[in-house]
């Protein structure tokens, strides 16, 4: 099958959709169909040979972010280059409501189009705002995906409609079988995200770490993101914060050897969550989680069963149960069985088996929709065909 993909967001800086779409991109490679991204990139990015770089993409707010998105005529252009060059057997847009490549992309493909919806935001004016503008190209897509309950549910509400639930993926094997590096372990709590940006929850970690090292002062806290390190520690004690250590912007091989390493995987996000790919990255790697009670992250976590929850934006909460985790290796045990076990799910064998059934109803779909309109045009030639 020839699948052409549409990332929204800029290649060159990571996020969970840009690593979805690389993971599935390279599933469906590796069982044998062709497959090409198209992204944007400038044009000197160094890209995988399947990305087509789409020119560069401006930072525009997004759900509580900074996203890095791509449109224009520049763009438009590209992309119908792109579909015409391709000759895909199905297109899969991601986030085809954000002004960038997935709508353009929609606005100019024939066929059968699949999309996935990533966000969670219950209450997106310009969601709804832009609804009579986005109806045209909505009406195209012919399946809709959502990562989750929490992403279907704002798709319902703010575009109708429906769409089938499947998670996003992991390679779970990857992060199992990597090493741990023995500098980062003992005593250690991990926390990966993009540490200037507030929802990934680093400052309400940060209040929490005074009471945890009164009561732990052996804990490390090892922090992997892109940011401003020094205002990260800002509100810490300055005797403290030789306990806080930022390894920076880290591969993704460093990142499975540092979810193998730790003591905790700690997730104080605070919101703007669809799904919680990293509590997934986590639990593959065996790192016991304990993470903001986010309703999507407790769908991950199987309602607390495969990791434990917090009062979301709650430090005391956070401090209180790190420290009871950090001293009780029979439950950080237990959670790191549970975790492997239910982490299962998200493997991309099964996640990506699962979006391939989806293609292929909606191409047989279209198949058979042009093979009556075959039929239907010879019985006219042949004057079978009634006014």
């Not at 690389?22 to 000197?44: K, T």
């Not at 000759?87 to 999309?115: K, M, N, Y």
Request: proline share 6%; net charge negative; with cysteine.
């Amino acid at each position: 099958m020839r699948i052409g993909i549409v990332c929204p967001y800029s290649w060159d800086v990571p996020g969970g959709v840009q690593f979805h779409i690389r993971d599935l991109a390279e599933y469906f490679i590796r069982q044998g169909h062709e497959v090409s991204v198209l992204a944007p990139a400038d044009d000197d990015t160094p890209l995988p040979p399947y990305v087509v770089p789409a020119g560069r993409a401006v930072p525009v707010p997004y759900n509580g972010s900074v996203a890095r998105l791509n449109f224009g005529f520049l763009s438009a252009a590209r992309v119908r280059r792109w579909l015409h060059e391709g000759r895909f057997d199905v297109i899969h847009i991601h986030e085809p409501t954000s002004p960038s490549l997935g709508l353009l992309a929609c606005w100019a493909a024939q066929g059968p189009i699949v999309a996935t919806f990533h966000t969670s935001n219950p209450r997106s004016r310009a969601m709804i705002a832009a609804y009579s503008i986005l109806q045209a190209a909505l009406e195209k897509i012919s399946a809709r995906i959502a990562v989750s309950e929490y992403a279907r549910r704002t798709l319902v509400e703010h575009l109708g409609g429906d769409a089938v639930v499947i998670p996003n993926g992991v390679d779970v094997d990857f992060f199992a079988r990597a090493e741990p590096r023995p500098e980062w372990q003992g005593h250690t709590i991990g926390f990966i995200g993009r540490i200037d940006e507030p929802r990934k929850g680093l400052p309400v970690l940060m209040r929490a770490l005074p009471k945890i090292l009164a009561a732990r002062p052996d804990t490390r806290l090892l922090v992997a993101g892109r940011g401003d390190e020094e205002e990260a520690v800002a509100t810490l004690p300055a005797e403290l914060r030789s306990h806080v250590e930022f390894l920076g912007m880290i591969s993704d091989e460093d990142k499975a050897r540092l979810l193998r390493s730790i003591d905790l995987y700690v997730a104080p996000n605070t919101g703007g969550e669809s799904f919680g790919i990293i509590l997934v990255e986590a639990m593959s790697a065996g790192a016991p989680v304990l993470a903001s009670d986010l309703d999507a992250f407790a769908q991950v976590l199987d309602q607390g069963t495969a990791g434990e929850l917090f009062a979301n934006e709650d430090a005391d909460a956070l401090a209180d149960a790190a420290v009871r985790l950090l001293g009780d290796p029979e439950r950080r045990a237990e959670l790191r069985e549970r975790g492997r076990e239910h982490v299962r799910r998200f493997d991309w064998s099964t996640v990506g088996a699962d979006i391939l059934s989806v293609y292929e109803t909606v191409t047989a779909g279209a198949a058979a929709v042009a093979a009556d309109d075959r039929t239907t045009g010879l019985r006219a030639r042949l004057g079978l065909v009634r006014d």
